[in-house]
C-alpha cells in the first residue's frame, strides 16, 4: 500500500505565491511519475503538473510560467511552487502518483492523497 500526504495549502490575496508539499511512501514503492491535480466545485480533476522518474516535468497550459513542479529524492518530497496565483486558482489541489505513463490524465495514478485547499481572494 502506498500513502500520499499533501500539505501546504492555504488562502493567499491574487498575485501571491504557495507551495504545496507531498511525500509518497510504501512498501516496495518505486516512483515512476508524481502529479499534481486540482478541482474545483463543480469542475473535473484537472491536471497541473507531473514529474517522472528522471525528473522530466510538464505542466499544464493554464498554469504554465507560474507553477514550478520540483522533487527533492533526498527528502522524498514532491512540491508545487505557485507564484503569481490568480483567483481562479482556487480549487482542491491533489498529488497523486503512479507506475505508469506519466500523463495529466486522472486515470493513470494509482494512489492519491486527500487534497489540499488553495484559496486565491481578488
Known amino acids: 500500500q502506498v500513502e500520499v500526504v499533501e500539505s501546504g495549502g492555504g488562502s493567499v490575496q491574487a498575485g501571491g505565491s504557495l507551495r504545496l508539499s507531498c511525500v509518497a511512501s510504501?512498501?516496495?514503492?518505486?516512483?515512476?511519475?508524481m502529479a499534481w491535480f486540482r478541482q474545483a466545485p463543480g469542475k473535473a480533476r484537472e491536471g497541473v503538473a507531473t514529474?517522472?522518474?528522471?525528473?522530466?516535468?510538464n505542466v499544464a497550459d493554464s498554469v504554465k510560467g507560474r507553477f514550478t513542479i520540483s522533487i527533492d529524492n533526498a527528502k522524498n518530497t514532491l512540491y508545487l511552487q505557485m507564484n503569481s496565483l490568480k483567483p481562479e486558482d482556487t480549487a482542491m489541489y491533489y498529488c497523486?502518483?503512479?507506475?505508469?505513463?506519466?500523463?495529466?490524465?486522472?486515470?493513470?495514478?494509482?494512489?492519491w492523497g486527500q487534497g489540499t485547499q488553495v484559496t486565491v481572494s481578488s
Open positions: 514529474i517522472n522518474s528522471v525528473d522530466s516535468t
Open positions: 497523486a502518483a503512479g507506475q505508469g505513463l506519466c500523463l495529466l490524465a486522472p486515470y493513470v495514478y494509482n494512489y
Open positions: 510504501g512498501n516496495n514503492y518505486k516512483r515512476i511519475c
